[in-house]
């Protein structure tokens, strides 16, 4: 019954290394975003989709590539990973509304 | 662009008393929501409240309370009667019709007994 999944919870990966992190929520929600979240617990918006279309794209390097199949999914792709693409990169999906937030998950780049 | 500012990093109150979290945001937009987030240690966002810029009245839910002062762009939370389970980062986020979330970078809430 989860409203908004992310998978996997956890991923620890060499640099260099191609990663996926998944997204999907039940709610019927248009827009879905991915979110950075620092060491420091600063939010930073990455990217938004409204039904499965790019509507947000802040600055974030060429290696990260969202990728929207529908509107109920919206995957991050990430290549060549780095050592500063370690954080926690949270999915939520919603309107202006109210927000629904995945747990988060924890990538860990060594 | 719209900006958050958090000015408490930490703040700390015991239990059973009340505290006051502080946000001040800058818009150019006239219609937007104001959302206060809570994160606790399992890292899950919660939404805590929210409120529309276009009402007067200061949204309540149980225990939360905000102080909405539009010209002045301020939205403070307050918790009254805090408990052991109100301890989390607490984000403040005002959202206009691009519907972008654009957070503050938070206040850590630590309750004492």
């Known amino acids: 019954d989860t409203a908004v999944s992310q998978t996997p919870k956890y991923l620890v990966t060499q640099m260099g290394n191609d990663k996926s992190i998944k997204c999907e929520q039940n709610?019927?929600?248009?827009?879905m975003y991915w979110y950075k979240q620092d060491s420091k617990k600063f939010l930073k918006i990455m990217f938004s989709?409204?039904?499965?279309?790019?509507?947000i794209n802040e600055t974030v390097p060429n290696r990260f590539s969202p990728k929207s199949p529908d509107k109920a999914h919206l995957n991050l792709h990430i290549n060549s990973l780095e050592l500063g693409d370690s954080a926690v990169y949270f999915c939520a999906s919603g309107r202006a509304g109210g927000y629904t937030f995945g747990s988060g998950t924890r990538l860990t780049v060594v | 662009a719209q900006t958050v500012t958090q000015s408490q990093p930490e703040m700390s109150v015991q239990e059973a008393e009340t505290v006051t979290l502080s946000c001040t945001y800058d818009t150019s937009e006239s219609d937007y929501y104001l959302f206060w987030y809570k994160q606790p240690p399992s890292r899950q966002m919660i939404l805590v409240i929210r409120?529309?810029?276009?009402?007067?009245q200061n949204a309540t839910e149980n225990r939360f309370s905000v102080n909405f002062q539009k010209a002045a762009k301020s939205f403070s939370l307050k918790i009254s009667d805090s408990q052991l389970g109100d301890a989390a980062m607490y984000f403040c986020?005002?959202?206009?019709?691009?519907?972008?979330?654009?957070f503050g970078t938070g206040t850590r809430l630590q309750v004492t007994l």
């Open positions: 409120q529309e810029a276009y009402k007067q």
């Open positions: 709610l019927g929600h248009d827009t």
């Open positions: 986020d005002p959202v206009g019709t691009a519907s972008k979330l654009t």
């Open positions: 989709y409204n039904n499965k279309e790019l509507i």
